[in-house]
């Protein structure tokens, strides 16, 4: 009876921020105990903030999502999707897949991909190595074998997206990038004494001097918050990792980065807020933009890497562009009469929008079933913002 007496003066345990709801969540960003419909308001409306503050929109712009169907790209394009409609931003959104051409890993998520097309009403665009370049990463490991795959993934990808972004008639990509990532990256630099880059891994948008200009919205999110907003919303994404990925060097920065956060519950800002602060005096260090004098791709050097690593796959020198070029040139693959490929990869300065751009998934109707949705919205932000105006 006196322990029924005690617990029932206990006072009831409520959100750090409505004061009402019972809190479900601790958020790892700040510490704070909300609950669902908080922790949901608050995700989505600092990546509006970041947006806004970044500047990073103009009305009517069409703007590619890329989507691998992971954890962060689909967090992505929901969230993309609403803050659209709740913000009236009037973007155009697209989503834009690279097909790398990695059985047991990249066709599965590709399905996922798909299915958040129909789910979320957006035009899917999906690009393949293949088709660009002639390779697909299962091909590209098979003569290159498995130790240096991330380097030829990474740089043809690049490009594939941007070379997407084109076909779809866009001119602004945005990626799933979140702040660990970006902390990670900026801890990279630093071990690898790249002083120039040490600051623009930290932009917001980068490639505003060229075709197709890439940014960020997640700069500021947590990964793990990203996690809790795809579990409690029961997004479908996909979670296997790629089965060609040691990538070691950033897998070494994550665990550091982990430590640090254990001492350091800032760190992951902190990190971030000093590679924005970070000023490079020197310009000696920043490659120059030229292009391509195969491709028409942007690049620091006469040819790019992407048709420097494919001259070396085509020839059987699948080191060129990896090793040293004499060392790689000393023990060349003996390729046989007919088995050389010359796949010849489009000029990118000659690309333009396709107008009959085969989609994988296209809007029939981009009218039906938004109306009820946005009524939905509009109702569940209006009750939000109610509560929260009551705190005060
Ligand atoms: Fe490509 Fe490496 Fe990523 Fe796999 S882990 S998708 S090979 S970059």
């Not at 921020?17 to 958020?27: G, L, M, N, T, V």
């Not at 130790?147 to 740089?155: L, M, S």
């Not at 980068?206 to 996690?227: A, C, H, L």
């Not at 060349?332 to 010359?342: C, F, I, L, M, T």
Request: proline content about 3%.
């Amino acid at each position: 009876m006196q322990n029924t007496e005690v617990k029932s003066k206990r006072p009831r345990k409520v959100c750090d921020i409505c004061k009402s709801a019972r809190p479900a969540i601790k958020r790892p960003k700040t510490g704070q105990m909300v609950c669902k419909e908080c922790f949901y308001y608050v995700f989505e409306e600092e990546i509006h903030q970041t947006i806004i503050q970044g500047n990073l929109f103009k009305e009517n712009e069409r703007v590619a999502i890329g989507a691998s169907g992971g954890k962060d790209s689909t967090v992505l394009a929901y969230v993309m999707n609403l803050l659209n409609k709740r913000h009236n931003y009037k973007l155009d959104l697209v989503l834009l897949s690279i097909d790398e051409g990695i059985t047991g890993y990249r066709d599965d998520s590709l399905e996922t991909v798909k299915r958040n097309a129909r789910q979320y009403n957006l035009p899917l665009k999906i690009v393949s190595y293949k088709e660009l370049y002639g390779w697909s990463m299962d091909e590209i490991v098979k003569e290159a074998g498995n130790k240096n795959n991330c380097t030829f993934c990474g740089v043809l990808r690049r490009q594939a997206l941007d070379r997407g972004a084109v076909m779809l008639g866009s001119k602004h990509i945005l990626t799933g990038h979140n702040a660990d990532d970006i902390a990670e990256t900026v801890l990279m630099n630093i071990l690898r004494g790249d002083v120039p880059r040490l600051q623009r891994c930290t932009f917001i948008t980068t490639g505003n001097d060229s075709m197709i200009k890439r940014s960020k919205p997640f700069k500021y999110t947590y990964e793990k918050e990203i996690v809790m907003y795809a579990h409690y919303k029961k997004l479908d994404y996909f979670s296997t990792e790629c089965i060609y990925a040691p990538n070691a060097f950033r897998g070494n920065a994550r665990v550091f980065l982990k430590d640090l956060e254990k001492v350091r519950s800032t760190a992951i800002m902190d990190i971030i807020n000093s590679g924005e602060s970070y000023e490079n005096k020197s310009n000696n260090n920043i490659p120059s933009n030229k292009i391509c004098e195969r491709c028409g791709y942007m690049s620091s050097n006469k040819i790019c890497k992407a048709c420097v690593l494919l001259e070396g796959l085509n020839k059987g020198l699948p080191s060129l562009g990896i090793k040293k070029s004499k060392k790689a040139r000393s023990n060349p693959k003996v390729v046989k009469d007919g088995e050389s490929k010359e796949i010849k990869v489009k000029n990118f300065q000659e690309l333009t929008k396709e107008e009959n751009c085969q989609m994988e998934y296209e809007v029939e109707n981009p009218n039906s079933g938004n109306n009820s949705q946005n009524e939905k919205l509009v109702s569940s932000v209006n009750t939000m913002k109610r509560k929260l105006q009551n705190i005060d």
